[in-house]
C-alpha cells in the first residue's frame, strides 16, 4: 500500500509505502509525481519504507523504467527507514544519483523530522 502523506507540498512530496506494492498502486504514484512535474521542474520526494514494504515484480520494473527515463527531474530523494537493507542501498545508489545532480539520503525514522527538512531544501 502506498499512502500519500499530508506534509507534501508544492514539489515536495512524501509517501509511505507499508506492505506490496502492486502494479496499480506503482501506476498511481508515479502519475502523481507527473502531476507534480506538469507543473514544476523538479521534484524532490521522502518515502518512508515500512517493516515489510516491497515492490512485486512488475511495479518494481515499472518503477525502475521510470525513474530511469525521469532521473533529470528529481531534486532530492529521502528514504526513511529502519531496516538497514534500505540503509545500505542508499548508500550503494547515492554516488551515482550524485552524478545526476540527485542529492539522496536514508533517514532512520528516529530522524523523520530531519529527512523533511532536508528533503524540503
Known amino acids: ?54 515492490w512485486g515484480t512488475e511495479a518494481g520494473y515499472e518503477d525502475l523504467k521510470w525513474a530511469m527515463t525521469h532521473a533529470k527531474s528529481f531534486h532530492r530523494i529521502a528514504i526513511v527507514s529502519d531496516r538497514k537493507i534500505w540503509e545500505w542501498l542508499v548508500a550503494m545508489d547515492s554516488p551515482f544519483a550524485a552524478m545526476l545532480g540527485i542529492g539522496e539520503k536514508h533517514f532512520d525514522m528516529a530522524n523523520l523530522d530531519k529527512a523533511w527538512e532536508w528533503v524540503k531544501e
Open 1 to 54: 500500500m502506498i499512502k500519500k502523506l499530508p506534509e507534501s507540498s508544492e514539489n515536495v512530496l512524501g509517501f509511505e509505502v507499508d506492505g506490496k506494492v502492486d502494479i496499480t498502486e506503482e501506476l498511481n504514484l508515479i502519475s502523481q509525481v507527473e502531476e507534480v512535474l506538469d507543473k514544476h521542474a523538479k521534484v524532490s520526494v521522502l518515502v518512508i519504507l515500512n517493516e515489510k514494504a516491497h
